[in-house]
Nanobody, 122 residues
């Protein structure tokens, strides 16, 4: 089995910062892309940022210049550094990873964490 566990969420004031972490564990041979999604109350889940195994990253327009995604392949971990947080960033943040559990790797399976709540409020 594969598990993704997020951490680092919490309550922060507008303008503050948080760093989210997501560690993958279990039957892992290789991890391709990893990413962060979020879902605010009453809204659909959306991509926040993703990062390829080689390090290239993409960001949703509203977080560009404020958020930075990174990964530590040796630790099977992806991070999201969130700066200059705004109330509209409030959401449950979910980690996603495309993982191959065998040496064949003809295809990757997408896994999701259970989410961590980020609340930006005074």
């Amino acid at each position: 089995q594969v598990q993704l566990v997020e951490s680092g969420g919490g309550l922060v004031q507008p303008g503050g910062s948080l760093r989210l972490s997501c560690a993958a564990s279990g039957s892992i041979f290789s991890i391709d892309a990893m990413g962060w999604y979020r879902q605010a109350p009453g809204k659909q889940r959306e991509l926040v940022a993703n990062i390829a195994s080689g390090g290239s990253a993409n960001y949703e327009d509203s977080v560009k210049g404020r958020f930075t995604i990174s990964r530590d392949n040796a630790k099977n971990t992806v991070y999201l550094q969130m700066n200059s947080l705004k109330p509209e960033d409030t959401a449950v943040y979910y980690c996603n990873a495309d993982i191959c559990s065998t040496s064949f790797c003809y295809g990757y399976i997408g896994y999701w964490g259970k989410g961590t709540l980020v609340t930006v409020s005074s």
